[in-house]
């Protein structure tokens, strides 16, 4: 996100410099209003271009981001899927463990119980 708000601020002031060069040296040309009119247009033209050719490269710029971040997020998505069932299996042979244990402990006691005895 920094890296866009850096980028939208030297798009920033590359305009805005780019305006005011362009104003100063008009207001300070000894020029006939025709040659200044003409100065306008083509600085107005050239000023138009360059920001144009800045707003295409700063698309494909966040286009290329956009994809980058499409396959990252692909990747993480699938590690952790992975992870998750790999989880999943650690439980269920835990759990069967458990249950076997479970399954060799409660008829020993409740066979001493039968018995009479107190189990431990």
């Known amino acids: 996100m920094s890296d866009r708000d850096e980028f939208g601020a030297f798009l920033v002031g590359f305009i805005v410099g780019g305006l005011t060069g ?8 000894p020029q006939s ?5 003409a100065m306008i247009r083509e600085k107005s033209i050239e000023i138009r271009d360059k920001a144009s050719a800045t707003i295409d490269e700063a698309y494909a710029k966040a286009e290329a981001a956009a994809q980058e971040a499409r396959a990252r997020f692909e990747e993480l ?7 998750a069932e ?3 299996q650690k439980g269920k042979v835990l759990l069967e463990e458990q249950k076997a244990k479970l399954d060799e402990i ?6 001493k119980t039968e018995q009479g005895e107190t189990p431990a």
């Open 33 to 37: 209003g025709e040659e200044t009119r």
């Open 77 to 83: 998505s699938e590690m952790t899927k992975e992870r």
């Open 106 to 111: 409660i008829p020993k006691r409740k066979a």
């Open 86 to 88: 790999a989880l999943g």
């Open 22 to 29: 362009a104003i100063t040296a008009l207001l300070l040309a």
